[in-house]
Structure formats: structure tokens, C-alpha cells
């Protein structure tokens, strides 16, 4: 088996495969590897079948083989160490994907000009089978490791109250609409930070009646703990015993899925309605509806197509970045249509925008950085070549459009309903990160990270309990009280924020938050 010349080739074809999940495996789920483990390695077959057929050795076919996958996942890496642009003379300059693809080509062809001339040993093919073999256990063992010692089952029982459900849970309940503006910042960060005046929308969210919440400041510093921490209308602790040194936050996504306010909805006969966000935390693929573009990548298919060169080989008719826009518009523009006629609904719309990538301008002309897609905000988006007045300007600028498309989207809401309108929430599910350091509490400008945008809706245009300081988990808390017959105690409204490497190892940062806004 050892010295068969055709298993180095498909060992290669899942090195990079393995390898990126299991770089990625406490943020990703298993079943995310297997349509592109399935396609390279059908590639990988027919690559060896067309060889076969021009009458190549078999040694110099699987080595051929090899190399050619070898270096089709190796671009990424090149392309990351290379700046955005090389200057060659004056008025001459060469993008990054090309002289990538350039110094591609030139090992390619030295590579098959050395296995032609050389002609390939058993014994080589029997070295390379080994390192293939080598590599592609480790990358099984490291994954394997996630997932044999990944903890699904840390149940707690909710220790600091008991919150009585009622059984008979009948009633008129208002359709619920929760928009979740990833990283929208609030009003004073806006004009202080980003030099912004928002006065423009948040004057039509006052004119249509919406509570804003001009002190909030979000319960943590991640979207995944942002989110669910709302939905579960508790703090992290409180949901699930997390390992305060883990890296895996696949435990905390499972919670957030099978989250409590959608289990009291579904109680109360509500339609679960969801949409794509290239997120896979938030993702509700199980919703009772859920709506996504034509195509719709996940966050891991999106990092392994970052290690090729097809986003810069061909001609794609969708980018990346294009496929983000998509996701975005596709949201906004079906919208009005989503809630059921027949039973109340909850749809839950997660915009990973103004966040990073930036993709509009603030007239929503499409916009793409030469660079690696990504997602990743803060020091992450500094260490993917943008730069703080990079994310200053852009932000802002994409900031404009989303509030263009939510205050369209609210106005297409009203008017799909004659009577009984719904609950609207729209929150930051916490601030921007230009002043962001991952791995580095001290140097993260904490009144930016956490100021969020918190506004509210509610048929009865009355503000009831809600105050002006008040997190997101009370905000649901308080609409579950009015809305769904619960009795839930108010929480003492506190903010947290952790490092990306240590998600659960948390750092109170309530009191700096508090004193920053006297």
C-alpha cells in the first residue's frame, strides 16, 4: 500500500481540507468538510484519469498530481505574505494574486520539468505516500482531539431565579422582527470616534414611534456571545459550563441553536423564520424558514476557497465579496413577505455589516479590497493589510447604506400590515472595532467595542419598562413580560469582554463602561 503510486495524490487532495478545519474546528462543525473533501477529491481523480489517458507513468502522473494540488492550496499563503501591490518601475505595478500566480506557475513548471528528467523512484513515491500519510493523521488527530473532548452536555440549572412559564400559553401574539446589525455602533461613538452624524435615522426611528435605548451598551464583545447570551435572556454562565481556558465555541453556538426564547416561541406557536449570514453561528439551518441567495458559502468554505487561486484565476461571475452583498441585499429585500399569515412569526435578521468586510460605499455602490475575504474585525482586519483609517472611513461610509436599507426595510414592514403590527428590535450586537486588540484586554477602547445602537418597536407604541441604559438581554426580557406571558426578573444590566483565543475567560468591564458615559 506504501508503494502504491496513486495514494499520494488523494492524501494531498485532503491534507488542506483536514488541515483547515482543523484549524478552525472550534469554530466550525464536522459536516462542513465533507461537499469539499468530496470535490477535490473527485479533481483529484480526474486530474490522475486525463494523465492516465496521455499515456503519463503512473509515478509521474501521482506526483504530477500531487504538486498541482500542493501548490493550488499554497497560494493563499503566498499571497498573505506579499503587500497589496508590488511596484516593478515607475508607472508599472503588479497586483499581489499575480505575482503569486506567476511564482505558482514558475515552481509548477520547475517541478515538472525535474519529474520528467528525473524520472521517479518507488522509493520517493514510497517517501512521499508516508509524509502524506504523516500529515494527513495529524491533521485527523488535532480535529479529533476538538471533537472527542468538545462538551455538549455542560446543563445548568438556572440558579439565580425560577421563572415561571405559564402552561397556558394562548394569546393574540404580535408578529417579532429582530434585526442584528453586526457591530452597529451607538450615536456618541458614531460622532466622537467616526466623526458621523446619525441624527438622520435615528430621527425616523423617534418618528415612528421606536424606543432607543441612548445609553446601551451590549452584554459582550463577540457576535457568538453576544447573540447568544440575548436569545437565551441570560449571561453566558448562567447558560452553560464553559471552560474558562477553552478555545471551542462550538458548545456556545449548540446553546444559541437551541437558544430559550426560540423554544417559548415555538411554545406559544410561532414560526421561526431565518436567513443566511455566511455565519454559521448564526445560521438557524433547522428554522421553520430558512431563506438564502442562490449561493450562500459557509465562514470554513469561505477561508478554504481564500487558500486558492480560483477567486483570482477566473473570471468568477460571484467574488466572495459578492456573494456577501448578496447575503445582505437578499435580507433587506425580502423582508416584507417573510412572516406567515396563518401563525405568529420571529424573524431573525443577522447583517454582518457595517462590520467588517466592507463592501458598500454609502451610496451602496459595491466596493472590494484586493485582498483575502474575511470576516474578522478588529486587530484581525488590521492583520488581513487594512489599516485604522481604512476601517475609519469605510465603516462609516457602509454604516450609511445599512441605515438607508433598515429604515426602507422598516417602512416595507409597516406597510405590509393593516393592523396588529409587530415588534421591532434592532440592535448592535456590539460596537465597531478599530480599536480592537484580540489578544491584548488594555490596549481595546472598551467604550467603542460595547456602545451599541438598541431601538424597539412595539405595537402599543408605549415604552413601558424599557430605560435608556439597558443591555440586550433585558430588552428581551422586558418584551417577553409584555408580549408572551413570562414573569422574568430584570438582570443587573453588566458587560463583558473576553479575548478571541479565550471566548469564556471573561473580564468585567461594567464600571469602566459606566464611568466613561458620565
Not at 508503494?3 to 491534507?15: I, T
Not at 504523516?134 to 476538538?146: A, E, H, N, S, T
Not at 484586554?441 to 424597539?456: G, K, P, W
Request: hydrophobic content about 40%; some cysteine.
Amino acid at each position: 500500500m506504501l508503494r502504491h503510486p496513486f495514494l499520494s495524490p488523494f492524501l494531498f487532495a485532503l491534507f488542506p481540507i483536514l488541515f483547515i478545519y482543523s484549524q478552525n474546528a472550534y469554530e466550525a462543525e464536522l459536516r462542513e468538510i465533507y461537499i469539499p473533501a468530496l470535490i477535490v477529491l473527485a479533481v483529484t481523480f480526474c486530474l490522475l484519469l486525463v494523465l492516465r489517458v496521455f499515456k503519463v507513468q503512473k509515478r509521474e502522473a501521482s506526483l504530477l498530481t500531487a504538486s498541482i494540488i500542493f501548490f493550488f492550496f499554497l497560494f493563499g499563503n503566498i499571497l498573505a505574505l506579499l503587500p497589496e501591490s508590488i511596484k516593478l518601475f515607475d508607472g508599472f505595478t503588479l497586483k499581489n494574486s499575480s505575482v503569486t500566480l506567476f511564482v505558482i506557475s514558475v515552481c509548477l513548471l520547475t517541478v515538472f520539468y525535474l519529474i520528467f528528467k528525473f524520472k521517479p523512484s518507488e522509493k520517493l513515491i514510497t517517501i512521499i505516500n508516508i509524509i502524506g500519510i504523516v500529515l494527513v493523521v495529524m491533521q485527523i488527530l488535532q480535529g479529533g482531539y476538538v471533537l472527542a473532548t468538545r462538551d455538549y452536555t455542560g446543563e445548568l440549572e438556572e440558579q439565580a431565579e425560577k421563572v415561571e412559564i405559564l402552561k397556558t400559553i394562548e394569546g393574540d401574539f404580535p408578529d417579532i422582527y429582530f434585526f442584528v446589525l453586526d457591530g452597529y455602533a451607538r450615536a456618541d461613538v458614531l460622532r466622537d470616534y467616526y466623526q458621523y452624524d446619525n441624527s438622520e435615522f435615528l430621527s425616523f426611528l423617534r418618528d415612528n414611534n421606536f424606543y432607543l435605548a441612548d445609553s446601551s451598551t451590549s452584554n459582550y464583545a463577540q457576535t457568538l456571545l453576544s447573540v447568544a447570551a440575548t436569545l437565551n435572556l441570560n449571561y453566558i454562565p448562567e447558560i452553560g459550563d464553559f471552560y474558562h481556558l477553552s478555545h471551542d465555541r462550538m458548545p456556545l453556538a449548540k446553546k444559541l441553536w437551541d437558544n430559550k426564547f426560540f423554544t417559548m416561541l415555538k411554545e406559544r406557536g410561532y414560526e421561526i423564520i431565518s436567513y443566511a449570514t455566511g455565519l454559521n453561528y448564526t445560521e438557524f439551518v433547522d428554522a421553520d424558514k430558512f431563506l438564502s441567495p442562490n449561493i450562500s458559502l459557509s465562514q470554513y468554505q469561505n477561508i478554504l476557497l481564500s487558500y486558492t487561486p480560483i477567486p483570482y484565476l477566473f473570471d468568477l461571475e460571484k467574488s466572495q465579496y459578492d456573494l456577501h452583498r448578496d447575503r445582505i441585499l437578499y435580507a433587506f429585500d425580502n423582508l416584507a413577505d417573510a412572516a406567515s399569515d396563518k401563525k405568529p412569526s420571529f424573524v431573525f435578521i443577522h447583517v454582518i455589516a457595517p462590520h467588517p468586510p466592507f463592501v458598500f460605499d454609502a451610496q451602496g455602490r459595491p466596493i472590494e479590497a484586493d485582498r483575502t475575504y474575511s470576516i474578522t474585525d478588529g486587530t484581525g482586519f488590521m492583520q488581513h493589510g487594512g489599516s485604522v483609517d481604512e476601517y475609519i472611513q469605510q465603516y462609516r461610509d457602509q454604516l450609511a447604506y445599512i441605515s438607508k436599507l433598515t429604515q426602507k426595510a422598516i417602512n416595507d414592514i409597516f406597510e405590509s400590515y393593516d393592523d396588529n403590527k409587530p415588534i421591532i428590535v434592532i440592535q448592535g450586537d456590539h460596537g465597531p472595532g478599530s480599536q480592537t486588540h484580540w489578544n491584548l484586554v488594555e490596549q481595546t477602547d472598551m467604550h467603542e467595542r460595547f456602545s451599541i445602537l438598541n431601538a424597539v418597536y412595539t405595537p402599543d407604541n408605549k415604552s413601558g419598562k424599557f430605560y435608556h441604559s439597558m443591555t440586550p438581554i433585558n430588552t428581551f426580557r422586558i418584551i417577553s413580560n409584555k408580549f408572551l406571558k413570562t414573569e422574568f426578573p430584570l438582570l443587573f444590566d453588566s458587560s463583558y469582554f473576553s479575548t478571541f483565543s479565550y471566548p469564556y475567560s471573561f473580564y468585567n468591564v461594567t464600571e469602566k463602561l459606566n464611568s466613561s458615559k458620565k
